[in-house]
């Protein structure tokens, strides 16, 4: 059995951060439930298209033993080339849909990924879906499943309806893609003149028409696409023996009688589940937990941060990746995150951060520690714990080596994923060296080398913005 839709134009190549087996392994950690180490852990991705995402972890973690199934064959040829390109042996990937691991003798599974599958597939292949989760997790795995949410894909819902007037679902991809944007601008122009609709349906327009094609055709033209109440899934899981934990992004865990409310007020189109087996109960996150972790945050500084600034009553503002202004004033929250952001995507250890944001902040370890709500910090998005110490390193060394994900992903015009997980679009003159960071060449040989094009950009620059973007492993 293969999927004529996915085999027709193969999805776009995404990576996860949410769905990193060692995040699972944090959240699951954080409210107290026992984890699998990941020496010899067993992974699962259901419906793992080209294989981007368990190629990383692979990868990234050679010490997982991984399987990556998908009914698309063409998807999974191209996921099996690139691990062979990888050198990468340990993980396996076959052309199968998740109802053939009902017979399959797969045994059981430490983490599930199981991500854009749930709400793009028939009502039967989705309790199907439930069930191989119910039977595949082991005692204390941790799963990971993404699903559309009610109420806010509705508005996604609505433009799929007015596509569908335009596009001929029996045209090739390219065609629908065309006759879609097409649509959608006109859908653009008319909304200009009626402001109500605009002000509801602009987001989501906007969205489609920025979305990559493979992404549009899939999301927004196929005939399966469901959106959910969060609460009807947690019964649903529950049916089968199995816990909606929490969101993976660790979000409203402070008040989870609101998170159904929350999805309304903030018109939540999509849930990221973190699902383990209901003998586990769900609990609330434990700070001393935290304290044995690496921590990071997602924020970035707007200022230059100084001891003057953080110690009296000003105020410091932090930009989100997703454009967010966020202002802290609190001494001791101030310390930690300003801290954490001069650390850009560098993870330091919980026990040198307070420290160091002790430091800043004037006060003693303890006293700096009794000031934070660090679970709230957790929850709000604005520091993100690891079990796992980083997998790279943050200086450009004598011999610099990338990836051999990275470079192919340079080498074939992808994205390229980072050892943290996120996909980031380099330049022409940029992939152009890290495609050369096999770790044969000193910087000597790079700047020899790479000289014909260092008129397009400087060398120097483009390792530094490795060195911080976790591209670097040695
Ligand atoms: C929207 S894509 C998501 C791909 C990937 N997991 C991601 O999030 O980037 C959905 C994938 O589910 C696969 N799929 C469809 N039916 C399936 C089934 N019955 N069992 C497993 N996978 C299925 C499709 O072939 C496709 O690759």
Not at 35 to 52: E, K, N, S, T, Y
Not at 156 to 169: E, I
């Amino acid at each position: 059995m293969t999927d004529p839709r996915y085999d027709a134009l193969a999805y776009a190549d995404y990576v996860h951060r949410d769905a990193d087996v060692a995040h699972l392994a944090t959240v699951a950690s954080l409210l107290g439930h026992p984890v699998a180490p990941l020496r010899g852990a067993r992974v699962l991705d259901i419906g793992c298209a080209q294989g981007q995402h368990l190629l990383a972890l692979a990868e990234l973690y050679p010490e997982l033993e991984a399987l990556g199934i998908d009914p698309s064959e063409r998807q999974i040829d191209e996921a099996r080339r690139r691990a062979e390109r990888l050198g990468l042996k340990n993980l396996r990937f076959e052309a199968w849909p998740a109802e053939r691991l009902l017979e399959a003798q797969e045994g059981a599974f430490d983490f599930v990924v199981c991500q854009g599958v749930y709400s793009w597939v028939s009502a039967s292949v989705r309790q199907t879906l439930v069930e191989v989760l119910g039977r595949a997790l082991a005692r204390d795995g941790v799963a990971f499943l993404g699903f559309n949410t009610q109420p806010g894909w509705a508005l996604g819902q609505v433009l799929r309806h007015a596509l569908a007037q335009y596009v001929d679902p029996s045209a090739a991809p390219a065609r629908q893609i065309a006759t879609a944007r097409a649509a959608l601008g006109l859908l653009g122009q008319s909304l200009e003149r009626t402001t109500p609709a605009r002000a509801a349906l602009g987001a989501e327009l906007d969205r489609a028409l920025g979305a990559d094609p493979a992404y549009l055709f899939h999301e927004y033209l196929s005939p399966e696409n469901h959106a959910f109440y969060r609460a009807d899934v947690v019964a649903t899981l529950r049916a089968a023996g199995l816990n909606y934990c929490c969101d993976a992004d660790l979000s409203g865990l402070d008040d989870r009688s609101l998170l159904d409310t929350l999805d309304v007020i903030a018109m939540r189109r999509y849930h990221s589940a973190v699902v383990v087996r209901a003998h586990h109960p769900v609990g609330a996150i434990d700070p001393e937990r935290l304290v044995a972790m690496h921590w990071v945050t997602p924020l970035a500084l707007t200022q230059d941060i100084t001891p003057g600034l953080v110690r009296s009553d000003s105020r410091l503002t932090f930009e989100h990746p997703d454009g967010q202004r966020i202002t802290l004033s609190d001494v001791a929250a101030k310390a930690l995150v300003g801290t954490l952001a001069a650390h850009r995507h560098r993870p330091l250890r919980a026990v040198d951060a307070l420290s160091r944001a002790a430091r800043l902040a004037d006060l003693d370890t303890p006293t700096l520690w009794r000031q934070l709500a660090p679970a709230a910090l957790v929850t709000r998005g604005w520091l993100r714990p690891s079990v796992e110490a980083p997998r790279w390193v943050d200086a450009v060394s004598e011999h610099p080596r990338a990836s051999a994900l990275a470079r192919d992903d340079a080498a074939t015009g992808r994205d390229v994923t980072t050892r943290d997980l996120r996909q980031l679009t380099l330049t022409p003159f940029e992939r152009a060296v890290l495609c050369q960071l096999d770790g044969t060449r000193d910087l000597a040989a790079l700047w020899r080398d790479l000289a014909p094009q260092a008129l397009e950009g400087s060398c120097g620059d483009a390792l530094n913005t490795f060195a911080q973007n976790a591209l670097l492993i040695g």
